[in-house]
């Protein structure tokens, strides 16, 4: 048993690239990590890895033997998952990852009131505006807009936000207010930095592409919305963030305009489609996102 859990935890330090990473994957302390792949070394008379203050890397033998570390590791994960899926409640660790604003805003709030619910599930949440890896993470969930770019991930949509033209009223004072698709192209921009950079709207039939461009970028979605409000220039928001806001503290502009929604999804590795836990709080985010304005 010792060799199988230090098999397990070789393999998951491998995967992590730390062991404080790894530590934090299994919810055990770093000394804890470090001090099993350490006794495995031993038990097995090999070094496995090459540590420096910096960095791990895997000797040649390392390489060799985590090959079959990863297998029974997977098959530990496989083995749990169908236990898991027997049980009328779900149990256990639930990792889970989403952009920053979204994540404080509508995530953790409805993650609350679901461990409220299964007061069993544990959460690990990372609210990260970086396109993770859910394998190399170790992730359960990512929440992500679309469109998706191709992978061997499952995917699930949850909801649709529909996005509008805003901009702070003391922005347009200064450079006028655009009341033509035209004229979007000579505004300033608060830009997001995913975002491709040509709008396309649409409106009784006929379409429209104009090229955005702004003095500010941001892979952050809070952080939009304040140059937006602070008078930086027009901002593509959700639209639920125009109606949260103190009436006339923003502006919505050509309404009469269509734009293709954003579509959110949740994003899961096969094998965690198997999991009651998993099943059923992608379920729960897709009811309640699907309800809000």
């Known amino acids: 048993m010792d060799d199988l859990r230090g098999m397990i935890t070789f393999a998951r330090v491998v995967e992590s690239g730390s062991f404080a990473e790894a530590a934090r994957k299994l919810g055990l302390g770093r000394a804890a990590?470090?001090?099993q792949v350490k006794l495995l070394e031993d038990r097995l008379g090999i070094r496995l890895l090459h540590r420096s203050t910096r960095s791990l890397s895997l000797t040649h033998a390392g390489e060799d033997y985590y090959q079959s570390c990863k297998r029974i590791s997977e098959e530990a994960e496989a083995a749990n998952r169908r236990i898991q899926s027997l049980s009328d409640e779900p149990v256990g660790r639930i990792s889970l990852t989403c952009s920053a604003n979204f994540g404080l805003k509508r995530i953790v709030p409805l993650l609350s009131q679901f461990r409220h619910l299964y007061p069993k599930i544990e959460l690990d949440v990372e609210l990260t505006d970086e396109v993770t890896d859910l394998v190399k993470g170790g992730y359960d969930i990512a929440i992500r807009s679309g469109p998706l770019l191709d992978s061997d991930m499952m995917s699930k949509k949850i909801c649709s936000t529909v996005r509008r033209i805003c901009a702070a009223p003391a922005y347009l004072e200064s450079a006028g207010t655009p009341t033509e698709p035209e004229e979007l192209a000579s505004h300033n921009w608060v830009t997001y930095s995913r975002h491709s950079g040509v709008l396309s709207l649409n409106r009784d039939g006929r379409s429209y592409?104009?090229?955005?461009?702004?003095?500010i970028r941001t892979?952050?979605?809070?952080?939009?919305?304040?140059?937006?409000?602070?008078?930086h220039g027009l901002g593509l928001l959700p639209e639920h963030e125009f109606w949260e806001q103190p009436k006339g503290n923003l502006v919505m502009l050509l309404p009469e305009y269509e734009m293709a929604p954003l579509d959110l999804f949740a994003v899961y590795p096969p094998g965690a489609a198997s999991t009651l836990k998993v099943r059923m709080l992608i379920d729960y985010l897709a009811e309640h996102l699907s309800k809000a304005r």
Do not use: D, Y
């Open 209 to 215: 592409k104009v090229r955005i461009t702004g003095p």
């Open 219 to 231: 892979n952050n979605a809070g952080a939009r919305l304040q140059f937006v409000l602070g008078g």
């Open 33 to 35: 990590i470090s001090h």
